[in-house]
């Protein structure tokens, strides 16, 4: 059995897939430090989700041969410490319309608390990352468009309203999870700056330090002319990757300037409202902000 635990639970659009990878990248070095990482590369693979390796209630998998502890044991290989990174645990980002779910991750403490059930006594750091409201709803719009490529902005701006993103409210319901441990959140705005320490708390201290981080952004979102693009061509009838397509075609640069879902004056004033949810969740009980 491994000795502590850490679930990294995104959110989307936070700069977790930079995250995965640059963990995945390092797991060599992670292994020799006692430290075994599991990211979407191995937990999406048919049978292999956190649901269905720990038969939580939201699995549509067949019930797994083993349990719970012997899962850990079977991870762990004999390492002390297991390192999850997972954003879909918490739950959908948007549904097949493009219409997120309000309060943010509505079941996300429920699935979780499964999870950490199952990994009893062992009370698992919870990792989270947030960002500023209207960005995040840009990012979100951007993502959208693989799968829902007829989505127009305004369409999109109506069915999610970005002051209903309260940041605040979801550490209060994940910090409310029994047996949790501590809860650790930074801004993804502050993401670059504060790898290392993210990296430590995730790792511990002395492994950190050492990890090769990725210099490059991931997943770029898309660019004014990528996100027209694609909304003329799923106008037109035409099928296929129409946002990937397009992003390949319109990647962001100087030419090319990033899609904004609201005007200036709003970013403002979601920025605002975001300080104050920041300023609530440092004050959390149980909840370290980087």
Do not use: C
Request: aromatic share 8%; proline share 7%.
């Amino acid at each position: 059995m491994p000795r502590s635990i850490a679930v990294h639970i995104g959110a989307h659009k936070t700069a977790s897939t930079h995250l995965q990878k640059t963990l995945h990248t390092n797991k060599a070095l992670l292994s020799e430090d006692d430290i075994r990482f599991f990211g979407p590369n191995y937990l999406r693979r048919k049978g292999r989700s956190l649901e269905a390796m720990f038969n939580l209630s939201f699995s549509n998998s067949p019930a797994p041969r083993r349990k719970p502890h012997d899962q850990l044991a079977f991870l762990a290989k004999g390492h002390n410490r297991l390192v999850f990174s997972e954003e879909n645990i918490a739950g959908r980002l948007t549904d097949t319309q493009g219409r997120m779910s309000f309060p943010l991750y509505p079941d996300a403490p429920a699935r979780i608390a499964e999870l950490v059930a199952a990994f009893a006594p062992i009370q698992p750091q919870i990792f989270l990352a947030v960002r500023n409201p209207a960005a995040y709803m840009t990012s979100v719009y951007s993502q959208t468009l693989f799968g829902v490529p007829n989505i127009g902005p305004r369409t999109f701006r109506m069915l999610n309203d970005w002051r209903n993103v309260d940041w605040a409210e979801y550490v209060t319901r994940l910090r409310a999870i029994p047996n949790v441990g501590e809860i650790v959140v930074w801004r993804q705005e502050a993401y670059a700056q504060n790898q290392r320490p993210i990296l430590r708390k995730l790792l511990r201290w002395r492994t950190g330090p050492r990890v090769d981080v990725l210099e490059n952004r991931v997943h770029r979102g898309l660019s004014r002319a990528a996100v027209r693009t694609t909304l003329e061509l799923a106008a037109a009838g035409e099928t296929g990757s129409l946002a990937s397509d397009a992003r390949r075609a319109f990647p962001v640069n100087d030419e090319n300037q990033p899609f904004k879902l609201y005007a200036t004056p709003t970013f403002a004033q979601a920025e605002a409202v975001y300080a104050a949810q920041i300023a609530q969740i440092q004050a959390m009980d149980g909840v370290i902000v980087l």
